[in-house]
């Protein structure tokens, strides 16, 4: 026989019957667990006396050991994120369907592959995928301004529980409101603590 590792070990069995049974190893039971490869014999003796015998080789085929990674959690401007489960296999199996050696992926998810080495041994592995949204902040379209409508509001509109970073024109600050006066490209990126938007 031959197998792939995770096979192991293989019920060798004797036949019942017998009177006694003699086993390479020198164990004396009708079956034996063979544990790894090499060449297995056994000899039995009937109640007459009478005796005989026979052999067997077991190969054992190591399986591929795949590794996806660990679980990830992106945001969503980083995806497609690429699964790779290794070079030099007859035939890969993704759970999203998939049957090339690399995945890319777009949304959260549970994904597992399934690959089968050219010796017929299988190995397999499971990732978790989170995508995170990121934030939307929103200051509206370019306006123009007589000077006397001034200060103007700039509110990007998203949560109070995230942090701002406005642009030097609107003097670096950190609020989620800025009053601004002057003829300038204002920005601001907002962050959720994991994931940024900027407008």
């Known amino acids: 026989q031959t197998v792939c590792d995770y096979s192991l070990p293989v019920n060798l069995n004797a036949g019942g019957g017998y009177a006694s049974y003699l086993w390479s190893d020198g164990s004396t039971s009708q079956a034996l667990s063979a544990t790894s490869a090499g060449s297995y014999s056994v000899t039995v003796t009937d109640a007459?006396?009478?005796?005989?015998?026979?052999?067997?080789?077991?190969?054992?085929?190591?399986?591929?050991?795949?590794?996806?990674?660990?679980?990830?959690?992106?945001c969503d401007y980083d995806v497609p994120v690429s699964l790779d489960a290794g070079v030099g296999m007859m035939s890969y199996s993704w759970s999203s369907g998939g049957s090339n050696q690399v995945e890319s992926v777009t949304s959260s998810g549970n994904y597992s592959v399934t690959v089968t080495n050219f010796d017929g041994c299988t190995g397999s592995d499971m990732m978790s995928l989170t995508v995170n949204p990121s934030p939307n902040p929103g200051l509206g379209s370019d306006i123009s301004v007589c000077d006397y409508n001034v200060p103007v509001t700039l509110d990007p509109g998203t949560s109070s529980t995230y942090s701002y970073t406005w642009n030097?024109?609107?003097?670096?600050?950190?609020?989620?409101?800025?009053?601004?006066?002057?003829?300038?490209?204002?920005?601001?990126?907002?962050?959720?603590?994991?994931?940024?938007?900027?407008?």
């Open 48 to 74: 007459n006396g009478c005796t005989a015998g026979d052999n067997m080789t077991i190969n054992v085929n190591s399986s591929p050991v795949v590794d996806l990674g660990p679980d990830q959690t992106v």
């Open 168 to 199: 030097s024109a609107a003097g670096s600050a950190t609020s989620q409101q800025v009053d601004v006066s002057t003829s300038a490209y204002y920005a601001v990126t907002v962050s959720d603590g994991s994931c940024t938007g900027t407008d």
